[in-house]
C-alpha cells in the first residue's frame, strides 16, 4: 500500500542507487587509468597519484551518501530485501575501507610535498651556481672581451656622429626620454663623459647579470612554495574526506542495525 500511495520513492529510490554506483564505479575506473603505469618508488609519481586521489575524493563520498541514501527510503517503505541488505553492507565497507586509505595517503601525501620542495630548492640553488659559474666563465673569455670592447667602440662612434651632426641631435633630443636626453647633453657639453659612461655600464654588467640571476631564482623559489601550500592544503582535504567517509560508513551501520531492529519488531 504504502509503495502504490507514494509511487515517487520506489523511483527516488532506484535514481539515488543507481546515480551513487555510476559515481563509485566511475572514481574506481578514473584512479585505475591515472595510476597506470605505477611507480610507487618514485616521489614524484607518488605525489602526482595522492594529488589526483584526494582531488577526485569528494565524487565517491557522495556517491556513497546517494547510495545509502536510496537504500534508507527503501527501508523507510518497507519494500527492502537481501540485496538491499547487502548493498548496504558494500557501500558501508567501500565507505569505511576509503576512509582507512585517506587517513594512510594524507601522511604519505605530505612527506613527499615537503621532500619536492626540498629536491626544488636543491635544483634551484644548483642552477643558480652553475649560472653564476657559467657567468664568470664568459666574463673572463678573450672572445666575450673582444665583442664587449667591440661594442664599446660601436657605441662611442655612435654618440661621436650624432654629436657632430646638430640636426640629428636636436632630433635626437626631443625624441629621446628625459633621461636619455640629458646624457646626450652631457655627452656634447662633455665628450669625456663617454669613456665613463661606458665603463660604467661594463663594469656594472657582471652586478647585473647575478642581480638577474638571484632575480630568478627568488621568483622560481616563491613558485615553488606557492605550489607546496597548495599541496599541504590537499592533505588538510584528504584528512576531511578521511573522517567523510569514515562517518558516513560508520553512520550507514547504524542505519543497517536499526532497520534490522524495526524488522524485528
Known sequence: MKASSNPISPLASRSLQLVGLVMIVSFIIDILIIAIPPNLLSPQWRLNFTSQF????????VGVALLLGG?????????SGSKQGMLRSTAVLVSLILGVVYLLVVPLHSIDTV?????????LEAQAQQAEEQLDAQLTNPQFQAGLDQR??????????LISNEEQFQQALS??????ARLLEQFKSDPGAIDSFINDQVNALPQRARSQIEQEKAQREERAQVTTVK??????????LAVGYLGVGLTGMQLGGGGKRKRRR
Open 54 to 61: 584526494i582531488d577526485r575524493g569528494v565524487i565517491p563520498l
Open 175 to 180: 625624441e629621446a626620454p628625459e633621461e636619455q
Open 231 to 240: 599541496s599541504m592544503s590537499q592533505s588538510i582535504n584528504g584528512a576531511l
Open 115 to 123: 621532500r619536492s620542495r626540498n629536491r626544488a630548492l636543491r635544483n
Open 71 to 79: 537504500i534508507w527510503i527503501k527501508d523507510s517503505e518497507g519494500t
Open 152 to 161: 664599446r667602440e660601436q657605441f662611442k662612434t655612435q654618440i661621436n656622429t
